[in-house]
């Protein structure tokens, strides 16, 4: 792909989200986040930073959580996204309702998609191990509490969350990442 | 009641956890523009001259918009311009604006603006700006447009005065036997919703103004855009769908100006604005600061007899909402106590901060912090047990409060109650610092609290219910939904009210100023209360048409009828009546004639008998009740390292009657979190020349998961008579006490006086190197 110094000439790529390809138009410095909400119309994942600090804007990507905005969208380029919008009747979002895990709602998506993210790689994770996964986020309304009443819900039911194990789904040619979840 | 006090389920849970949810920054249009902002990089400056020439031949741009020949603004005093004119007051005040076609263009003209400023004195503290030789921020003070309920004090920095005068201190005084005497302060910081401000505008050729926004009071934007630019009022609308939270933060009116503004200067086209993480933190206004002396004396057996206050509030460079938030501190001075003779000088100072807007307790949290800590002090002092202080000083029905309101067992929550419980809960009798070995110490800090609301005396809150064909009813008020779950309580008491099942009654979230009833506005913990009162006043009205209806079709008195089960039915014959779908739209009978028509319940409330304060003496009834409560913190201090670990965090809160505990309890934690991240963490740094150097959620650290203590909390339910079901208040109240409570465990941990905000380790440290050298407590 040739792409020019000119930073308004745009390119057309591909993405494979929630399962289907799409192609869009983007100016190779525009961020995922912004090409999910702004080209996409996939408006679940939140702005709340551009800095990586609040978690608001996480997708998943290959299975590992990632702040779409610290990615360029040429990044995302074959790799596999889900966004909250592809994720319909989960156990976790069963159980966020259930415990009332969220209030104005805006940190949502992202806590669904890194507990979500979090149970696809560790169905059964320890007291540290959610610690480390849910503290990449904020949510400024509630306590936690209720968040992590709502997760631990899903990890006592066993893997009630619908998902193939990790090592059957389909890595669809994506590239290696380190266990951040960073491009190698 | 089926449907009052029970944990159902939030009607916006499910578009919240789907990411359906919309707010105000998730709409996106073809034609829209984007307005990007050249801020302030100064505390305080002249303005010598602005380069806009490369900026406006940039590509795609449509406007450059400085300040001048804008009005001036502000909801009490009008002292603020939109855009700053000739002079910058606070770090990230907007010099101009730009519009462009993509946000990235307008960010690249934003970049190319040059301005040349002369740097100006800057003041940093409320004490510095009261000094009589400070700078003055605003030397027109006397001039500015104002409110008849506002006192600037022209030639000071006084944005305004509020003196309460209770009682005579004389003799307060002389009953005193002991005396205590302590200063306190905190800088201004932050809200941080995780929703930055958003707004949008377009300007159709009729005149008509729309704005879309991120906020907590629509119908004060309809107003203030009115009175400001001179348009009718009616041909304002203003739409606001779901907040990503407010915390008070969201209640001032700014970024619409902004918007309005640009889409002004860019022929009436869509535009949008939005902050960024750091523009909300310094531009949009930030939570108040404060610095407080406080005297407070009480006989040998610990009643409290006098209180001398100063509160002295960092309002920022502007007064905004300062001098409410400033009024209301006044209001509740002290803790929840009985005190006779109460003198308090609440003072509204300009700095050169960022200006204030309200936040989660309006003032109450800041207040507490100044009055718990004396109340620690003046146990310490006595050697009485600090909880024993409090009960046996503890307001109730019968007391008089600072501003002189005559209480009664519905005006006031039970405290004594509250605080017996939290006694239990905190297992107070095991020790209230408790050596663990090995450099921990283990202690434990209580603050009592109140609140009542400050609002407009008139203000004003109305509820539609709209029937469906099908007998379901459209629920629609102006309460906004920013979190607080109030539209899934008026649900529940309009599924009551009218024995409707609650999944029939369909919530309309967004608000529109054109079509949805007024609700002055979503602060105050006041939601459910007055929408609450206009929701049965609408259920009632609609009830009475449905048995007018039936009573015309049946043939029988109106008196006669009874309800439930979706039903109209006759007393003594339940089996003959009219279901609510057979009258929703009138009544159509058998030959095809109908009567009646669509069921349209309508309601409001006011709260009734509130007066403005006497500016003598403060006297005057701010609000209807005075919700109460007693929070604890237990700490774990390291005692080499002044590090420490909140353990638990517990809440007992007079909540009049809970209506959904799950709702109820989640407001409360919400809140204590939100509390305790402001009284242990959260604070803005600003350097010599008043910049914030912590404008990023990465230097500005809300609390995260894993650093939550545990959170306990409970309710003592004493009805409030006048709201619906009895409940009272309860959105800012679990945040009150929180860092109160957090720096009396600490300061009798580490056996110092923490008296700032926040309670940082190093704080503790300084304090503690301090007592080392001789100053012990
Ligand atoms: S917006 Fe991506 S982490 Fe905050
Ligand atoms: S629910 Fe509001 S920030 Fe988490």
Known sequence: MKISKDTYQKITIKLKINGEIVETDIHVSDLLLNVLRDKLGLTGAKPGCLNGDCGACTVIMNQKPMKSCLLLAIEAIREEITTIEGLLNSTIQKEFVNHFAFQCGYCTPGFVMVSHALLMNDPNPDKKTVIEWLSSNICRCTGYQEIEKALYSVIKGGNACGLKPKNTVKSNGAKKTDETGRLN | ?777
């Not at chain 2, 001039?143 to 004389?170: C, D, F, H």
């Not at chain 2, 505008?201 to 004060?220: L, N």
């Not at chain 2, 509030?313 to 803790?335: F, H, I, N, P, Q």
């Not at chain 2, 009805?719 to 109240?733: N, V």
Request: aromatic letters at 6%.
């Open chain 2, 1 to 777: 009641m089926v449907m009052i006090g029970k944990s159902v389920a939030r009607k916006d849970a499910w578009e919240k956890v789907t990411g359906q949810a919309k707010y105000t920054g998730d709409s996106q249009e073809g034609d829209m523009l984007y307005v990007e902002k050249v801020i302030s990089p100064y505390g305080h400056a002249l303005i010598k001259k602005i380069d806009l020439s490369r900026a406006r031949q940039l590509a795609g741009v449509k406007a450059v918009i400085t300040g001048g020949n804008l009005p001036l603004t502000g909801e009490e005093i009008r002292d603020r311009y939109p855009i700053a004119y000739k002079r910058v007051r606070y770090h990230g005040e907007v010099v101009a604006l730009v519009v462009a076609d993509t946000p990235k263009r307008a960010r690249q003209a934003a970049d190319t603006i040059h301005i040349t400023y002369a740097p100006l004195p800057v003041i940093n503290t409320p004490r510095q700006a009261l000094d009589p030789k400070a700078p003055l921020i605003h030397e027109d003070l006397g001039q500015y447009k104002k409110i008849s309920k506002v006192y600037p004090e022209q030639g000071t920095n006084i944005a305004n005065r509020t003196k309460i005068r209770k009682g005579n201190m004389l003799k307060g005084w002389s009953e005193s036997d002991v005396v205590v005497e302590e200063s306190y302060s905190l800088r201004p910081s932050d809200h941080a919703a995780m929703e930055t401000r958003c707004a949008l505008a377009s300007i159709r050729a009729d005149g008509k103004v729309f704005i879309t926004s991120s906020s907590q009071a629509p119908f004060m934007i309809k107003r203030l855009i009115s009175e400001y630019f001179g348009i009718d009022i009616g041909d304002v609308i203003v739409t606001t769908p779901l907040v990503g939270g407010g915390y008070g933060g969201k209640a001032s009116v700014q970024l619409e100006l902004l918007a309005y503004i640009a889409s002004r200067a860019s022929g009436g086209r869509l535009v949008k604005v939005q902050n960024t993480r750091e523009e909300d933190m310094l531009t949009s206004p930030c939570h108040i600061g404060l610095d407080a002396t406080i005297k407070l004396g009480c006989s040998q057996k610990g009643k409290l007899k006098a209180v001398k206050i100063l509160y002295l509030w960092d309002g920022g460079a502007y007064s905004d909402k300062a001098v409410s938030l400033s009024r209301a501190g006044a209001v509740d001075c002290t803790g929840p106590y009985q005190i006779e003779n109460v003198s308090c000088d609440s003072l509204c100072m300009y700095t050169n901060h960022p200006y204030a807007s309200p936040y989660r307790g309006y003032s109450h949290s800041e207040v507490l912090f100044a009055f718990e800590r004396t109340m620690d002090s003046l146990a310490n002092k006595l050697g009485m047990d600090p909880l024993e202080l409090r009960r046996m000083n503890a307001i109730l029905p019968g007391h008089t409060t600072p501003t002189q309101v005559l209480l009664n067992s519905s005006s006031v929550g039970n405290l004594p109650a509250c605080i017996h419980r939290l006694k239990k809960l905190m297992e107070w009798e095991k020790g209230q610092r408790i050596d663990l070995g090995n450099f921990k110490v283990k202690a434990k800090g209580i603050s009592c609290v109140w609140k009542t609301s400050t609002i407009d005396t008139n203000a004003s809150s109305g509820v539609i219910l709209i029937f469906n064909p099908d007998g379901s009813v459209n629920l629609v008020s102006g309460v906004i939904e920013i979190g607080t779950g109030s539209k899934t309580i008026l649900a529940q008491i309009v599924s009551e009210r009218l024995k409707i099942n609650l999944e029939k009654v369909k919530v309309q979230m967004k608000v529109n100023t054109q079509s949805t009833p007024e609700h002055w506005k979503t602060v105050a913990s006041r939601g459910t209360f007055m929408a609450g009162r206009a929701a049965l006043q609408a259920a009632d009205d609609a009830i009475s048409q449905l048995k007018h209806l039936a009573s015309c079709v049946l043939r029988a008195p109106v008196e006669d009828f009874e309800i439930g089960g979706e039903r109209v039915f006759l007393r003594d014959d339940p089996s003959k009546g009219l279901s609510y779908k057979e009258l929703a739209y009138g009544y159509t009978y058998p030959n095809g004639n109908a009567i009646g028509g669509q069921i349209i319940g309508r309601g409001h409330y006011v709260l009734r008998h509130l007066t403005p304060l006497n500016p003598e003496t403060g006297a005057g009834k701010p609000g209807p009740e005075w919700t109460v409560g007693a929070q604890g913190v237990e700490v774990e201090l390291d005692t080499r390292e002044y590090t420490y670990r909140i353990t638990k965090s517990i809440s007992v809160i007079d909540a009049g009657k809970v209506m959904n505990p799950k709702m109820a309890e989640g407001q409360i934690t919400g809140a204590m979190s939100m509390g305790l991240a402001f009284g242990g963490r959260e604070t803005f740094y600003f350097d010599d020349l008043g910049r914030v150097m912590n404008p990023q959620l990465r230097t500005y650290r809300p609390l995260r998961y894993g650093e939550n203590p545990e959170y306990v909390c409970e309710f003592i339910e004493t009805p409030q008579k006048d709201s619906p079901y009895g409940l009272r208040g309860l959105g800012e109240h679990g945040l009150l006490g929180m860092p109160a409570a957090l720096g009396n465990s600490l300061s009798l941990a580490a056996g110092v006086h923490l008296n700032e905000l926040p309670l940082l380790p190093e704080l503790i440290w300084r304090k503690r190197k301090g007592a080392d050298e001789g100053d012990l407590l």
